[in-house]
């Protein structure tokens, strides 16, 4: 089975700061990988997928960006941060029918 | 546009009795349907996934039906513990690239 890892898991940052989150992957290859984030009580909202290295696919037009510099790497990045930005952001990596998530980020912007 | 709809936000049972959660959809025909589950702070994990050919999928005390006219899952916890209260997921596939899309979801609260 994979086994997907966040960090931090945690983050406090000012408005208009850089932002970089990154997750890996393990015991899997060339997954699917997603970015997500969920406001409180709610549903996840899928931000961007990517099926191979350097393949990025955005689904909801923001200031964040995402990039996959290696198969079992992807990360969400930011240049400036607002504070509608803040949520809790989940990395998931998918194999056939099925998607695993990591422990999130719980990123707060002040 | 596409909704998504789960039951009220809160359900609180005995311990026992069986929780019956409800995931609605428009605008939609997903050909899998997928159920997770997600502890306070914590990342989903996936419980069980129907396919839009299949009525009922089973899997211990949990048991999943899907009706594709109704447009309708529903999320069974039979003989619940209060070990089961957390927030659960559901999540609709076209199956063509994986992408998901969630409901709210629903929290469980189990009392012993």
């Known amino acids: 089975s994979q086994t997907i890892h966040q960090w931090p898991a945690t983050l406090v940052q000012p408005v208009g700061s850089p932002l970089s989150l990154e997750c890996t992957v393990e015991?899997?290859?060339?997954?699917?990988l997603y970015w997500y984030r969920q406001a409180a009580g709610r549903g996840l909202q899928l931000l961007f997928y990517?099926?191979?290295?350097?393949?990025i696919s955005s689904e909801v037009p923001q200031n964040l960006s995402a990039s996959r510099p290696q198969d079992r790497q992807f990360i969400l990045s930011s240049k400036k941060l607002l504070l509608s930005d803040s949520g809790f952001y989940l990395c998931?990596?998918?194999?056939?029918?099925?998607?695993?998530f990591g422990p999130g980020t719980r990123l707060t912007v002040l | 546009s596409q909704k998504i709809e789960q039951n009220s936000e809160a359900l609180n049972i005995q311990e026992g009795k069986t929780a019956t959660l409800t995931c609605n959809y428009t605008?939609?025909?997903?050909?899998?349907l997928q159920w997770y589950r997600q502890d306070p702070g914590r990342g989903p994990v996936f419980l069980l996934l129907i396919r839009e050919n299949e009525k009922e999928k089973r899997k211990e005390r949990l048991k999943v039906t899907f009706d594709t006219t109704l447009k309708q899952s529903l999320f069974h916890i039979t003989a619940s513990q209060p070990a089961d209260s957390a927030t659960y997921l559901c999540?609709?596939?076209?199956?063509?690239?994986?992408?998901?899309?969630f409901g709210a979801g629903t929290t469980v609260t189990v009392r012993a």
């Open positions: 605008n939609y025909s997903p050909a899998y």
């Open positions: 990517s099926v191979g290295i350097g393949q």
């Open positions: 015991g899997t290859s060339n997954p699917n």
């Open positions: 999540a609709l596939g076209s199956g063509d690239d994986y992408k998901l899309s």
């Open positions: 998931g990596a998918g194999e056939a029918d099925t998607q695993y």
